[in-house]
Each structure stands twice: as structure tokens, then as C-alpha cells.
């Protein structure tokens, strides 16, 4: 596989409690995502980041953030989990923003909020 | 924005027989063009890209996708369904020569089942 882990890869937490999500790479590309996934919807993007300190917001980014302090570690806080947050959470990294190879996608986490 | 549209959440074949999922795209000019596939409890795997060139792409497991211009189209088909073809297949788009900014969009999902 391509070198991207995510952890953990399950978690059951409680409405208003904060959740932090990491991607952690080994390929030392450049860019990173986080999208959730939802039963009709696809896969959203929430944010991403083109360098270390460099983020912007997807599509989906309220309620969320993110920081990438070293370039292999890009991680997501829930600040205050609801249950619309109940999701399947998904890293990808790319080395030239998708042009040549695409995204190559972590293995998930399943985060359920009750 | 761009945007992805595939037609048909659920798609059923039979072992043995053609495949083919829909995808359309809407976008003034025309993007680069994914299939992903994603098996049951996996993350999304790249199936077959279409950036420049060729409008017809192969990817693998026997998956292949023509760019269709006149269409806003890039369908995914197989000759010959396997059971282990089973799985969710994403299409997505990604804007030409916008730089950083540019992300994947992915459409909803089309769900393969294979019957005997």
C-alpha cells in the first residue's frame, strides 16, 4: 500500500465531547485531504492542505478543523461532535493535487457519534 | 463549480455480462476524469484516469472508460462481470491548470452487485 494510515479506525464518542482524527504518511507528498462519507452524497470534501501550515476548507467544513504541523501528520478536530457528524472519515494525499495520479486514500475511520 | 453526476445508485448484472456504469460530467472545459472503487469496509482505490491523449483508458481489472467530449460522458464498462466485481464505483473530476486550489469532486456512488 501506499504508506497512508489512518487512526483510529473506529471510535464511538459522545455529543459535545471534542474528537481528533490523524492521517499519518509516509510518501511525503504534499498534499492532503480529509472527506467524509455519507450514504448519498459520495465522498465530501471538509478541508485539505497543500503544505505544512497551509489548509483551506472544502465543502463541507463547518464544525471542523484541521492543522498539518510536519508534512506527514494532517489531522482533523471535531471541536464539538454532534450526531450529523456520524460518518466515515477518509484521508487521501496526493503528490501533484491529483493531476497525474490522483488521490491515494487511507483505509477510513468510522466515527459514530451518540 | 464542476460536478459529477452518475446515474443509477444500484446497477445488478449477471456473471458473464457487460458492465456499465454512467457518469457525467458538467464543466466548460473538459477535466481530468477518475473511476475509484471502493470494496466493502476499504478505502477508494484508483481504477483508471483520464487526463490527456487517448480517449479511451484502461484501467485495471479488465475496467475500462472513453472520454466522450460530445457527450460530457465517461462511462466505465467491463465485458465480463466477475463476482469479485462487487463494490462501489466513484466517479470524480478534477479542473485542469487551476493549481492548488483544485480538488477531486466526487459523484454519489454506483453500487455493483454481481448475481449468478
Known amino acids: 500500500d501506499a504508506g497512508i494510515t489512518q487512526s483510529p479506525r473506529h471510535k464511538v464518542t459522545e455529543t459535545g465531547t471534542p474528537v481528533t482524527l490523524r492521517c499519518h504518511q509516509t510518501e511525503n507528498h504534499r498534499y492532503m485531504y480529509w472527506y467524509r462519507q455519507d450514504p448519498g452524497h459520495g465522498l465530501r470534501l471538509i478541508h485539505y492542505?497543500?503544505?505544512?501550515?497551509?489548509?483551506d476548507k472544502g465543502e463541507v467544513s463547518d464544525g471542523y478543523s484541521v492543522s498539518r504541523s510536519k508534512t506527514e501528520d494532517f489531522l482533523l478536530t471535531l471541536e464539538s461532535a454532534t450526531s450529523s457528524q456520524t460518518s466515515v472519515y477518509f484521508c487521501a494525499i496526493s503528490e501533484s493535487g491529483g493531476r497525474t495520479y490522483g488521490y491515494t486514500f487511507g483505509s477510513g475511520t468510522r466515527l459514530t457519534v451518540v | 463549480a464542476q460536478s459529477v453526476t452518475q446515474l443509477g445508485s444500484h446497477v445488478s448484472v449477471s456473471e458473464g455480462a457487460l458492465v456499465l456504469l454512467r457518469c457525467n460530467y458538467s464543466s466548460s472545459v473538459p477535466p481530468y476524469l477518475f473511476w475509484y472503487v471502493q470494496y466493502p469496509n476499504q478505502g477508494l482505490q484508483l481504477l483508471l484516469k483520464?487526463?490527456?491523449?487517448?480517449?479511451l483508458v484502461k484501467g485495471i481489472n479488465g475496467f475500462e472508460a472513453e472520454f466522450k467530449k460530445s457527450e460530457t460522458s465517461f462511462h466505465l464498462t467491463k465485458p465480463s462481470a466477475h463476482m469479485s466485481d462487487a463494490a462501489e464505483y466513484f466517479c470524480a473530476v478534477r479542473p485542469v491548470n487551476t493549481g492548488t486550489a483544485s480538488k477531486l469532486t466526487f459523484g454519489t456512488g454506483t453500487r455493483l452487485q454481481v448475481t449468478l
Open positions: 483520464y487526463t490527456t491523449g487517448a480517449t
Open positions: 492542505s497543500y503544505g505544512v501550515k497551509d489548509t
